[in-house]
């Protein structure tokens, strides 16, 4: 008999902590988020993360002994499946012993954790945009730029679980701004949400404007603001460039595009897919299909569920 209990779901990203329960179908049945704070110790942001926890098992009314497992996604890298994790847009946690911890919270529950782009694209394969392909790139467009690979209908860990870190794949090696990692020229140091406000404030958008988001630069494109549409463009261009790069080297079905940043539609997508033409020239390439995530911003928390309930596709660390 079908095991019919919920699984715990975290996304853990640089703007936002989330939690909820998911049942076996993939349906997400409650769900709670906080903004990541800023200036934190380690501890201090555990804490928030476990009182986050807390409320969301407070409201469906569970007890952790009434879940079948905790499936948790965060940003990269990480020593998986130790899930010590280090995410470059979370400087307070560096090797913090995530998976360990959660254990402990949840009372010896199995806790499986991954990278949040890798949880974003077994989302997409398992309910989403991906459904029914077998040859999947998922990336999340936000804080930073993250991705996950399914191929031939299984998802890649790579040698260190840290497959499909696309925003790390260089797009302009020459005069690119540095990035988290130590390279240059990076996708995620072009493309991600801060950086795109950087870029637009040193060109004359909001330039005092301290708490300026990329939501707000895509409001302000929308509204026909041109440095805002350009920095869109440059970010979709920048996206399309390392997406094609991505299809010539795994022969890719479809990719779907999720993250806040996402959220800007055509702003973003049209250079994208312009950029994605202009160098994805080979035969089988040109196939390839981008989308915005089916899933929406519950696609993070839907994948950290499928670790536990969909483990035969989705995980491999046990």
């Known amino acids: 008999m079908a ?21 076996p179908a993939g349906r997400v049945l409650t769900w709670l988020q906080v903004p990541t704070p800023a200036g934190l ?20 009314e569970v007890a952790p002994d009434a879940l079948v497992g905790c499936g948790c996604g965060s940003g990269g890298p990480m020593d998986w499946p130790a899930g010590l994790v280090s995410p470059l847009n979370i400087p307070a946690w560096r090797r913090f012993p995530l998976r360990t911890r959660l254990a402990e919270r949840l009372g010896g529950l199995p806790v499986r954790v991954h990278n949040d782009a890798i949880c974003m694209v077994a989302a997409e394969h398992w309910r989403g ?5 077998r040859n999947v790139l998922g990336m999340v467009v ?11 209908d299984r998802l890649v860990e790579g040698a260190s679980g840290n497959a499909g870190h696309i925003g790390h794949v260089v797009v302009d090696p020459d005069t690119g701004p540095d990035c988290a990692c130590g390279g240059r020229g990076c996708l995620e140091a072009i493309a991600r949400g801060p950086a ?22 895509a409001g302000d494109g929308a509204l026909g603001h041109p440095i805002a549409i350009a920095a869109m463009s440059r970010a979709g261009r920048a996206l399309g460039i390392a997406i094609a790069s991505a ?7 479809v990719v779907s595009v999720g993250g806040g940043l996402s959220q800007a539609g055509p702003l973003l997508f049209d250079p994208l897919e312009e950029s994605l033409r202009v160098h994805a020239r080979l035969g089988f390439a040109r196939n390839v299909t981008v989308v915005p995530a089916a899933l929406g911003q519950n696609a993070g928390l839907v994948g950290a569920a499928a670790l536990i309930l969909a483990a035969d596709r989705y995980w491999a660390g046990d």
Not at 6 to 19: E, F, S
Not at 41 to 60: F, K, M, N, P, S
Not at 247 to 253: F, K, P
Request: aromatic share 4%.
């Open 142 to 152: 936000s804080t930073g730029v993250g991705g996950g690979l399914v191929l031939d």
């Open 196 to 217: 795109l406000v950087q870029w637009a404030q040193a060109e004359g958008w909001r330039p005092d404007q301290r708490d300026a988001t990329a939501k707000d630069l």
């Open 129 to 133: 945009a991906g459904r029914g392909r």
């Open 3 to 23: 095991d019919s209990r919920p699984a715990l779901a975290i996304d853990i990203g640089g703007t936002k902590l989330a939690a909820g329960l998911v049942e």
């Open 41 to 60: 110790d380690a501890e201090q942001l555990w804490r928030t993360l476990d009182a986050l926890i807390g409320q969301v098992l407070e409201r469906a």
């Open 247 to 253: 299809t010539c080297l795994c022969d890719l079905e």
